[in-house]
């Protein structure tokens, strides 16, 4: 009786490590995600006052630091990097955001 509750006690502390180690995984796959939703909506943002800015005045803003002074756009640059490349001031702007280390 004794070896048996020693193997059942083993087979639940498996078990319970392997619940463990899952729940640790998914919680980093939903915390990846998340970031990378985040990444995608900053875009969006940059854009859409970007957007603004070209039905308001008729031409893309030449770089993000306008959409800033004139537009309100807040960046957080502690948590993400930003690229903002003006081709031409009717041509729409390419627009990467990176997330910061």
Avoid at 30 to 35: A, T, V
Avoid at 48 to 56: D, H, L, T, W
Avoid at 78 to 100: D, Q
Wanted: glycine share 4%; net charge neutral.
């Amino acid at each position: 009786m004794n070896r048996f509750f020693r193997i059942q006690m083993v087979c639940v502390a498996v078990i319970l490590c392997g619940i463990f180690f899952q729940l640790i995984s998914g919680i980093a796959t939903f915390d990846q995600q998340s970031q990378l939703e985040r990444v995608t909506v900053v875009e969006d943002a940059i854009l859409s006052a970007a957007v603004q800015c070209y039905a308001i005045e008729g031409a893309y803003p030449p770089n993000i630091q306008y959409l800033v002074e004139a537009y309100g756009l807040v960046l957080d640059e502690k948590r993400f990097i930003y690229h903002y490349e003006a081709i031409a001031s009717n041509i729409k702007p390419k627009i990467s955001v990176y997330r910061s280390w």
